[in-house]
Structures are given as structure tokens and as C-alpha cells.
């Protein structure tokens, strides 16, 4: 099935690993030109160079700690100036791993969302005007099925999801009349190498295989391309009826209705 992303220009934030990382395979596969982005140089341009090879003339990416304002400047400028316009923002950085077992600590709650929140709204408030100027322009934030129910996640990280899905809602219907379509993906249970599944389940595999089968319907992790794929189907012409919807992929983790 032909997606209709072909050429259009995709950022997408903390892609140097993981769910980030698949996704801009994903949109690749789909024949998009994909802007990687991540903090560390050193494992970005590897990643980069590796996707080149695959899909030559398609692959480009900004070094870039997207919680700095100078930063988000930076990367803005640099698509102006390089692809005129933005077709597809996806804000996927985030992390769940806690620096502090005080639940309450205000260090540790600003801490989440900086990472969280104010990374990817940060990038996005940004680059809005280059996606303005693209065609069927589509953001897909990353949230967390923790910010729809209550588990064993930080409540400082669930909390900061939590942010993202309002701000999902509220911005699809700012950006609406300008062209730009605005969904959230939020992913359940996720195993890939180097993310904090695999380090918790090193530490005590029977617990996490008890916590998956209990809580998880299809009492399995969930992959990352099967959260790629979720995000691409949005970011493409084939969803263009459809923003503002929050899109859990969880194995039915979710009992809410």
C-alpha cells in the first residue's frame, strides 16, 4: 500500500535507538527523506551512516539537545534553510527511568518533564511554520499508556505523558485550520535492545515476565516496529480524516473504556 509519504520531509526526535530509531526506518521504507536527531554524535551519525547506505539520498540528522531553546532554533534553521518546509514532526523523546524512589521530589518531577515535555514541545513550537508551508503536514507525539491508567511507572513519568496527551487534543484543533494534523501513539509495553524492559528484566526476569502476563491481554512486550507501524499509518495521507485521536498499541493493556 502506497502511504503517500514518499519525498515529504520527516524529523523525528531521539532516533538515534529503539522506537525512535524504528520509526524512521519505517518512514524510510515508506520513501520519505527522514531527519534523525539525538544528543550523542557519536552513536547519531553511526545510525545514519548505516541508514545511507540502505536508503542513499534519503538520510540526514542534527545533533541536538532538544531541551535547549538555542538548540531548537538550531534545528529549525537548519531544515529552512536545507528542505523549505516540514512535512512530518514526530516527537518521541521521553524516558521512564527514575533517578529518585521519593515519588514527591520536585527535582525528580521536573526532571521527567523536561525530558518528557518540554524536549519535543519545545522542537515543535519551533518548526510549526515550516509545517505550515508542507503538504498534509502530520505530528505524532509519543505518550505512554501509564498516562490513560495508573501501573508500577514514576508518577512523575506518568504524569508528564499525561501532559502530552492534553496538549495532543488541544493542538490538533489550534493547528487544524492551518493544514496540520496532530495524533498521539501511546505505546504499552516495549522490549528492544538497550531500553529499560531489557534492563528490568535482566534484574529480576521473573517478576517482569509475572507483571507482562497479568497485565498485558496478549501477555507479550510489544515490538517496536509494531509502534512504527502505528505512527507511520498517522504521519501518512491514508489517516488525513483523522486528529486529535490517542492511538494506545498495549497488547489491551488498557481496561479503561
Known sequence: MDLGLKKKVALVLGSSKGIGL???TSLLEEGANVILNARSEDVLSKEANRLDSKYP???DYITADACSEASAKRIADYIENKY???DVFIGNIGSGKPNNTNALSIE????FYEINVVSN???LGRISFLLERGINSSVVLISSVVAKEASSAPCGY???KSYIVTMTKYLSQMYAPKGVRVNCVMPG??????GRWEELKEDNPESVNSYIESTVAMKRFGKPEEVANAVTFLSSE??????GALLAVDGGQLKSI
Open 22 to 24: 524504528t520509526i524512521a
Open 57 to 59: 539520498g534519503k538520510v
Open 84 to 86: 523549505k518546509k516540514l
Open 108 to 111: 525528580e518531577l521536573r526532571r
Open 121 to 123: 514541545i519545545n522542537v
Open 158 to 160: 506518568a504524569a508528564a
Open 189 to 194: 509495553n516495549v522490549y528492544f535492545e538497550g
Open 238 to 243: 491514508k489517516a488525513s480524516f483523522i486528529t
